[in-house]
């Protein structure tokens, strides 16, 4: 592995020997500033002798981990303990990098690669790619910040629907590492710590407007499927008392106006989802996780419990009897509607 690297984009692999080299393939155009590195966390497929090929290969560019199953979680901590580049991405095993956008990031973070003037994110558009059309619609995060300036939170602007996902951000590596941070390992749905757990750190951020990460949207497996969700609704639960639990509010109060505004709503939009999902079940069962889950924030922070429910998200999380819940459910299947996920998830 060569000296010098700008980025590392660490692929966490369970059984993608299907999909792993078109991943690795989109990421080459970034040369040998770029770290590729596969983490394969407990495959019984093909996957590691996939990525050990690919490693020889690619020696100066790929590196491989074979590691027991953990979780994509684990996988992810791996890759912040073991990351050479000076910042870090997230690629998972079917999703890709637009090509012709990578020379134009490569060349943003080697502007932005003294200690001097690094950002601590990076961030920018994403596509969902569909099994009958890559690039079926774009995620543009226009408007935030003047593209490719390194700014701080009070001189952008983040409205309620300026929500980060895991695929449009791009961190400095030692950012990571210098708040200690690792996340759960042996469940799903953490991507949302990683959002949001981290983002309170941040001073320094940079956005690149360009659709840099193609999201695939097309297997019935993946964990963004209603179905899946439902039958996984305990540990997205649980995802979100982490979350929720992680800042008090006087604490959050303390970060400039617009990095508060963000990850307030962050919190909100996922108690939002999260809520709907709770009432699409319907039963004792998630009415009890509903319960205990407001029931958790307002124990860890009376003045956050009440902020959140009079957000105009956490009103619609709260409105009464069943009708409310109806409602919820109703905007919750229209935002996705909107975008067709669950026409794309249901496609093989």
Not at 98 to 121: C, F, T
Not at 176 to 187: C, K, Q, V
Not at 276 to 289: G, K, P, T, V
Not at 321 to 339: D, P, Q, S, W
Request: a neutral charge; one cysteine or more; aromatic letters at 10%.
């Amino acid at each position: 592995m060569s000296e010098g690297k700008l980025l590392t984009c660490v692929i966490p692999s369970y059984n993608s020997a299907a999909y792993l080299e078109r991943a690795v393939d989109s990421l080459l155009p970034g040369g040998e500033e770029m770290e590729i590195l596969i983490v394969n966390d407990g495959s019984t497929d093909e996957t590691g002798a996939l990525a050990d090929r690919l490693a020889a290969e690619h020696p100066t560019i790929v590196r491989v981990h074979h590691q027991e199953n953990g979780g994509h979680g684990s996988a992810l901590n791996y890759g912040i303990a073991h990351a050479e580049g000076i910042y870090f991405k997230v690629v998972d095993s079917d999703d890709r990098l637009i090509k012709e956008h990578i020379p134009g990031l490569m060349d943003l973070l080697r502007e932005h690669s003294g200690p001097d003037n690094r950002a601590d994110l990076v961030y920018h558009d994403y596509v969902y790619d569909r099994p009958e059309k890559e690039s079926a619609f774009r995620i543009s995060f226009a408007g935030t910040a003047k593209p490719g300036v390194l700014h701080t939170w009070n001189e952008g602007r983040f409205f309620l629907w300026s929500q980060f996902v895991i695929h449009c951000l791009i961190y400095r590596t030692q950012l990571l590492r210098d708040i200690g941070y690792t996340l759960p390992e042996h469940i799903y749905y953490e991507d949302n710590l990683y959002v949001y757990q981290p983002m309170a750190h941040i001073r320094k951020l940079i956005y690149y407007h360009a659709p840099l990460y193609g999201y695939f949207l097309g297997r019935g497996d993946q964990s963004v499927n209603e179905q899946n969700m439902m039958k996984r609704l305990d540990q997205l639960t649980e995802v979100s008392k982490k979350q929720m639990t992680t800042y008090r509010l006087e604490e959050l109060k303390q970060l400039p106006k617009q990095q508060y505004k963000y990850l307030i709503n962050n919190c909100c939009g996922q108690l939002f989802n999260v809520c709907a999902l709770q009432f699409i079940e319907d039963s004792e069962r998630s009415h009890r996780m509903n319960r205990e889950m407001w029931e958790t924030v307002r124990a860890f922070d009376p003045a956050l419990y009440k902020k959140l429910r009079r957000h105009p998200l956490g009103r619609v999380c709260c409105l009464p009897g069943r009708a409310g819940e109806r409602l919820l459910v109703f905007f919750y299947r229209y935002g996705r509607r909107m975008i067709k996920i669950d026409r794309a998830v249901s496609k093989k």
